[in-house]
Structures are given as structure tokens and as C-alpha cells.
């Protein structure tokens, strides 16, 4: 059983360790994300302003 559980915690970790499973970076999100902004999906709520874009143009990066 404990064989069982070993395999399994290390299928997780080669599953987690794949390419498709981990969230690509952006140049506008990182970029966004350094000057202390947030990325939004839709208008940036109230008292924040669109002062550029996320995740290749799919986000808005919002600020004061």
C-alpha cells in the first residue's frame, strides 16, 4: 500500500511538472504586474483606469 502511495505522489509530480500544466508569462502581464497594477477581464472597476493590457491583449491592466 505504501508502494501504491508513492507511485501515486510521484505521478502528481512528473503530472505537475509538464509544460501544458503551468501558466505561460507575458511580457505585458509581467510588465503590468511590476509597477504594482492588476490585470481585469472586462473595465476595470471603480476608481481604477485601463493603462494597458494582459496576457497578450485578452486583459486589462488596470491602476489608479
Sequence with gaps: MKL?????AV?????KATSGSADSIF?????C????????AGPCP????VS???HRGMLNC???
Design 62 to 64: 488596470c491602476s489608479r
Design 33 to 40: 504586474k511590476t509597477q504594482g497594477k492588476f490585470c481585469h
Design 27 to 31: 511580457p505585458d502581464t509581467v510588465e
Design 11 to 15: 505521478f502528481l509530480l512528473i503530472f
Design 46 to 49: 471603480p476608481p481604477f483606469s
Design 4 to 8: 501504491l502511495y508513492l507511485l501515486f
Design 52 to 54: 494597458g493590457t494582459c
